[in-house]
């Protein structure tokens, strides 16, 4: 088990509707990743927040936002659900940002995620 | 950027045989690759990781092996175990991505 916590674990929504995802990072990480991962497939990079402020983005669009506190933790939120949506979505933590050149900072470790369900 | 792939969707062993899940990876440059256990319900799962500086990596019960010449890698899992049934992916990271996974292996172990 790591040490990253999400919640909810479960989340029932209906389109057209905003919804904020929360994490903690394993205790000594300072960056968080956010994935999302629809069913029978691997998880998709979202975005990472290093230092309150985003350190790169995958491919999705500007109404998924985040934000990182002080104390490392960070949500995701996003705005005018639509159906797609509907996925696993997943928090990992890890010791500093990535493309830095240091490899540790590319191990990921993760929550159990949010299931959201978007009707 | 990269992309990592697994050869097969779904593999059935039988309990207390090996397990062999492959991986190939697309970006020669690539220098780090992890591999993920996810069980129903819950998040990837760290497993075990190597360098591409490395051709093989042990760990309790599981081996990775890299061949760089062909960009493809391997985790074997000696003496499968029911607790061993789930998705494994492999992972690498990418210039613009922390890691990218392919879609993953299922593996189903047989009493």
């Known amino acids: 088990e790591t040490g990253v916590t999400q919640s909810p674990t479960h989340l029932i929504k209906t389109r057209g509707q905003q919804v904020t995802l929360r994490c903690s990072s394993q205790s000594g990480h300072n960056t968080v990743s956010w994935y999302q991962q629809a069913l029978g497939q691997g998880p998709q990079f979202i975005f990472q927040y290093y230092r309150e402020e985003e350190n790169g983005r995958g491919n999705f669009p500007p109404r998924f936002s985040g934000l990182q506190f002080p104390n490392y933790s960070s949500e995701l939120n996003v705005n005018a659900l639509e159906l797609d949506d509907s996925a696993l979505y997943l928090c990992?933590?890890?010791?500093?940002?990535f493309g830095t050149g240091k490899l540790t900072n590319e191990k990921l470790f993760f929550g159990s995620g949010t299931q959201l369900s978007v009707l | 950027g990269e992309s990592v792939g697994l050869h097969l969707p779904t593999l059935s062993v039988q309990e207390g045989d090996n397990s062999i899940i492959n991986c190939a990876y697309s970006?020669?440059?690539?220098?780090?690759f992890i591999w993920y256990k996810q069980e129903s319900g819950k998040g990837p799962q760290f497993i075990i990781d190597i360098r591409s500086n490395m051709d093989k990596r042990q760990g309790q019960r599981v081996t990775v092996l890299l061949n760089k010449t062909v960009k493809h890698l391997s985790l074997q899992i000696a003496a499968t175990q029911p607790g061993d049934s789930a998705v494994y992916f492999c992972a690498g990271p990418s210039g613009n991505t922390p890691l990218v996974f392919g879609k993953g292996t299922r593996l189903s172990v047989i009493a």
């Open positions: 970006n020669s440059a690539s220098d780090y």
């Open positions: 990992a933590s890890s010791l500093g940002p």
